[in-house]
């Protein structure tokens, strides 16, 4: 719960899109968070939490993962828990990746997508992805824990033309 000087706590990054038309191959959206260090808040991520895997202390899980973007309102949802975080780690970056097994895709290409990052009752972010229409990978958010050992948000909306392999490695890269 956030309140004077207590920065971020705990909140909810969730992801919608409509499934592709009959007979298309179905689109895969992910959510995927980047873990970083002190000493490295812009080197190779600590670890990454994705479709396959979580936090190894569980702050960050993934509670829903949609292959087609069926479902109703958003089709993945993950929590972050940024004050449980181990004091070593000082920045944590969430973005969306398409599979591309199907041949290059777009956010553009995919009807009706959303990004929300959401603490309690208040949103945060709500961003339909079409700034970022021509990306296939995009970074949305990153907490940063800051002096007084609180986390202050800050929205991203940075697209990138990377599959989701080398996103992972690329999403929490220094920008400008």
């Known amino acids: 719960m956030s309140g004077l000087n207590k920065g971020v706590g705990k909140v909810e990054v969730a992801l919608k899109w409509d499934p592709s038309p009959a007979g298309a191959a179905p689109h895969d959206l992910d959510l995927v968070a980047g873990v970083y260090t002190a000493d490295a808040p812009h080197g190779s991520p600590a670890y990454l939490v994705h479709f396959d895997s979580r936090s190894p202390d569980g702050t960050i899980t993934l509670h829903r993962d949609s292959r087609t973007g069926q479902g109703f309102g958003y089709d993945e949802a993950m929590t972050l828990e940024l004050p449980r975080l181990a004091e070593r780690y000082a920045r944590v970056v969430v973005g969306v990746a398409i599979q591309q097994s199907g041949g290059r895709v777009t956010f553009g290409q995919v009807a009706r997508t959303g ?18 229409a021509d990306a296939t990978a995009v970074v949305v958010a990153e907490f940063v824990r800051d002096e007084t050992e609180g986390w202050t948000f800050r929205p991203l909306l ?19």
């Open 115 to 132: 990004v929300r990052v959401r603490e309690g009752y208040t949103d945060l972010l709500d961003d339909d992805l079409t700034s970022v």
């Open 158 to 176: 940075r697209g990138l033309d990377t599959d989701p392999q080398d996103f992972g490695a690329l999403m929490g890269a220094r920008h400008s």
